[in-house]
């Protein structure tokens, strides 16, 4: 009986709201079938307006991701307040999504427990930290009305446009005309800038990311190891002990700096790219198949999830790495 | 051929390097299953570790796409 009254909201069974929500998809579908949005790489700004004007940033805009930003972190603050208020009540069964939180970090914990060993301390927060701000921006993409709802505007160059047509007095939709877009006048047509977008899809952000996971990689192994460090990328070592081999061990510990920038690179591409495809097979699936879309919803839920996790986890792989020496020596930290 | 044609072309040829992420992806999996098949108790240990590999050979598909996306809607 328990675990009956579990699966009901209202009192109605939850499957009564998995048919109703296909109805309302057919529905919504044929009254207002989708159009195919305009690909947009960089982030749309939504008020037309610099928010501040900077002699080193230049102007300002607030883009539709940011706002996606200033959403996930009250969620995430939202989230440990929660979770800090069931805590400090002293409950030794954690429910809903104290359970939840407490099985992430559980894992991530353990997790950077068998690979950092001692430097645990330094490294669990950096992991924690990226993986649940990188998991509740990658799934806003799946709330329904993040990259559909917004402003209308006049499309910008290069761009068609689609007419609009009335949903209620002052809310209009895009929608496909019978003949070519081309036929309706110029002033006509309209594109539409979404009120809120994914954060991945904004490279700033994955930089952004990318640097503080680089640069934090570097911070931990100084304190680690100390200056030698440095000898890492400037093996001076065996420059003089082996007088040919020398030269080329520091070569290599040159080649070390390159691979750091190509760190940053692959992070900041790897989560953009993969999200950005992400929403962009959203789009298309859901013109194409606008009712069959929903299995890309779980794809792109998997994609999200497992991003989230391999940026946090390549973080601390690497910050671990960084903590033992480089030599042929104090190894065995790693599981 | 013009411009248009031509950017179609392009981002076509430049998913052609997700092959080499396609061919390790596979080999990593094979080399993952096979170690879990033989040893069930490390599947953990192994699973994590493949992910990561899966993660490095996807990288490489993804500048693919990141360059054929470019190439669609950028330039």
Known sequence: MNSNSKNRIFGIPNRYYVLLFLILLVLAQIFFPPVRPHVQLPAEPILHYPVFQGAVTGQFFWTNTLTAMVIADILLVLMALTVRRVVSKGEMVPKGITGAVEAILEMIHNLTETTAGKWTKAIFPFFATITLLVLVVNWMELIPGVDSIGFLEQPRPGELGFPIKPVTSNIYTLYQPKGAVQTIQAGDRYTLVPFVRVLSTDLNFTVALALISVVMTQVIGLRALGPSYLTKYFNVKTLFSRPIFGVIDFGVGLLEIISEFSKILSFSFRLFGNIFAGSVLLFVMGTLLPILQSPFLLLEFFVGLIQAVVFGMLTMVFMSLATIGHGDHEEGHAS | ?75
């Open chain 2, 1 to 75: 051929m013009d411009a248009a044609a031509a950017k179609l072309i392009g981002a076509g040829l430049a998913m052609i390097g997700t092959i080499g992420a396609g061919a390790g992806i596979g080999i990593v999996v094979n080399g993952a299953v096979q170690g879990m098949a033989r040893n069930p108790d490390a599947s953990g240990n192994v699973q994590v570790n493949m992910i990561l590999g899966i993660a490095f050979a996807e990288a490489v598909a993804i500048y693919c796409l990141v360059v054929a996306l470019l190439i669609l809607f950028v330039f």
